[in-house]
């Protein structure tokens, strides 16, 4: 059945890398209003979404991810509104050289063909997705969580009908219904029909992918990310840059886990950090170095002893790990050990160490005076994003439209041999 | 053990990474001179793996094909000479933006970290990677054909040697000498240290490597490769091309292996073609649509009916499949059904079918008026090559330097904030 699916997903790609940038962005606006038009079926399709889940015992945080409101489905619209206004990667020349003997090469983007996603929970990553995916010229096979399945196939409807309506083929976007797990282990055996795999998820679904995958996975969106305070740090700057990285959205992967901070400036810092932070609700875990800012007594109740794993957690809530260190070389020997290369940053007014801070760690994202908040599609230009990579190939940080092209070479000659 | 070897790659390749463009080219240099230098040690080396194959039976082609002698060598030497007057992709800022809020946002390339590389027969494949790898910044743990093993380790000797008296890591090039296939399997779920895995063989060391490995595959090298001679081709011109394109080189990937003509010049131009062609020992499998271009009488010996597998198979020898289309969209609809997506081309004077076939064939090099021997580092200015990709992702065609690379996100703000 999945090889039925990856033959029509292949041929809808054909056509769809063929279409004109202007049919591919009508979609999305149609999409957009068609979300807002029947928002009524897709909201009731939710509504049975949160009573099993409620029913089975989900968590708060849980059934808020997965719920849907009037208010996120204008979200979900714009995205595919402002997804429409970015430029079209597919057809764009890059590279043009005239070689030496007269032959003429460049580089055109194409679309990556057929990309299969695997995700969880927020329903309004199977329309996010659909619309990079069509606008880059791209068909997707998604999977989608159990615990939302009602909600993603009301939405998957709208997105074929559609397609339907502006004659393209409605196999462009298919989803994965069967909540069987051997429905997963299938797709990623379909090498000869899905080009990339997506999975967004937590570490076990990208274990699992990395090694059970014949198609090349994108793995991502797992950031253990750190922020050093430098000796020179605007310490003022510093508590808001800080409390930002912490608080504005703790359950997110570029949300900050661990702060190391130069010795000469701990004593005056962190107590003041703890305070402020402390006002939101947020408990730390302190190195040993990071404990003598405080004496036994005065030492805050939210401030624990970090244990032994601590430091190689990523905490996607209100917590954060606190490090004393004895300078630069010291923090960026803590990030070499701890980071999972997703987002890290120092915070310093000397140049010197800004400039080999960022020669020295090498994670998708490298920040100097900044939130580690802004790695996101969004935030960095792309307009929106289908995952943020933290491997190496393809494409690192955040993938977004032209990230879901690859190239092909073309060459002109005047028949031309090789010698 | 090859976890060892992993975790000294890794550190190797920190070190790599870091190192100034000079101090690398002065290796590369250093490389050349020494093989040179130590030309006796290496061809011993060579001659007793050449003496062990002939009394293993190895064919002609394959001793040919791991016989190392001063003139080869020179070329290994001068390979590494050009490869230092490449420009170092490392450190290179593109996509420079200033968002509206005021971040500073560009990319900077990096090294991908420690590549593997397994490869067959060709002892040249181990200093060509070695050089790409080096002056990429990257470290390289190499698996070479146990029919190459002693010229193998007297290359890696070398190399070594050098990367020590310029006091660099000697582990930045290690290799696997234990011929046990159970070390290729170790290498494959080495992900924690591999960041690349290349494969250079045929067909089945990419599926094994495809469906066990756990570090991302470099699939390529393998090439069904096509022309397409359109009605208004230069017939005279069309000769020479596909005259080069199948005999120049035949035992390569870029060869070509099955001509389509269109139906209107297949009775002039096929003769001529099986004619001219045969002059140096091809011959040919025909379509029964090609097949009527001779009458029962006049067909000549080399022209055999094509089997149900010729047009999917990759000669890499002196054979050519025949076949005559309709016109375009038969010849594009042929080579989307058999093409490994590596060289396609068109003959062609008519410009819109130019156009047309640039459009919908979607390969890794697509050609117009030109031989597909061209789809190669050196030829179209890379300088060399480390594989010729036929996947989709990260790199397409003809990889080198900086297909060697990565990139990482800068993020210069004044202590922002996400809202």
């Known amino acids: 059945m999945l090889v039925e699916m990856g033959k029509q997903a ?41 009573a099993d889940g409620e029913h089975a ?3 708060p945080a849980l059934i808020d991810r997965l719920t849907l409101n009037p208010d996120r489905l204008d979200g979900i619209a ?20 005239h070689m030496p003997n007269g032959l003429q090469v460049s580089k055109q983007r194409v679309p990556l063909g057929v990309l299969g996603v695997i995700y969880e929970s927020r329903p309004n990553v199977t329309v996010d997705v659909s619309g990079l995916a069509l606008k ?27 397609l339907g309506r502006h004659n393209l083929p409605q196999d462009a976007i298919q989803f994965i219904a069967d909540p069987d797990r051997a429905r997963v282990m299938e797709l990623l ?14 570490p076990q679904l990208h274990q699992f992918c990395r090694e059970n995958s014949r198609i090349p996975v994108i793995t991502g969106g797992i950031g253990i990310c750190h922020l050093y305070v430098d000796e020179s740090a605007n310490l003022e700057a510093a508590l808001s840059v800080v409390h930002n990285a912490k608080t504005q959205r703790p359950s997110v992967c570029n949300a900050l886990d ?11 810092f962190l107590p003041r950090l703890v305070a402020f932070l402390g006002l939101d609700g947020v408990t730390f875990r302190a190195d040993q170095s990071a404990l003598t800012a405080w004496t036994d007594d005065d030492q805050p109740s939210s401030v624990a002893a970090a244990g032994p794993d601590d430091f190689d957690t990523e905490w996607l809530s209100l917590v954060l790990g606190l490090k004393v260190v004895s300078g630069l070389d010291e923090a960026i020997a803590h990030i070499e050990e701890h980071s999972t290369a997703h987002s890290d940053g120092i915070l310093t007014q000397n140049e010197a160490h800004a400039r080999r801070f960022v020669a020295e760690v090498d994670s998708a994202a490298v920040y ?27 494409a690192r940080g955040p993938m977004a439209l032209r990230e879901l092209t690859t190239y092909k070479w073309v060459i002109i000659g005047q028949n031309h041999v090789r010698p």
């Open 189 to 202: 055996q379909l090498y000869e029909y899905v080009d990339i795999l997506i999975p967004r998820g937590g």
């Open 57 to 59: 015992g989900l968590t």
């Open 258 to 268: 661990t702060l190391l901070v130069h010795q000469n400036v701990a004593a005056d």
């Open 78 to 97: 714009n995205e595919l509104r402002n997804t429409a206004l970015l430029p079209d990667p597919v057809g764009e020349t890059f590279e043009e050289t």
């Open 136 to 162: 880059s010229g791209n068909a997707a096979i998604l999977r989608g969580g159990s615990e939302t399945l009602r909600s993603n196939q009301a939405l998957v409807a709208v997105i074929r009908d559609v």
């Open 368 to 394: 100097v005076n900044a939130s580690t908040r802004f790695t996101d599609g969004s935030q960095l230009g792309l307009g929106a994003e289908v995952a943020i990579s933290t491997q190496r190939l393809h």
């Open 10 to 50: 292949r041929k809808a790609a054909r056509i769809l890398g063929r279409t004109e940038t202007a049919r591919k962005n009508a979609v999305l606006i149609s999409l957009a209003d068609a979300i807002l038009a029947q928002s009524d079926q897709i909201l009731a399709a939710n509504a049975q979404d949160i």
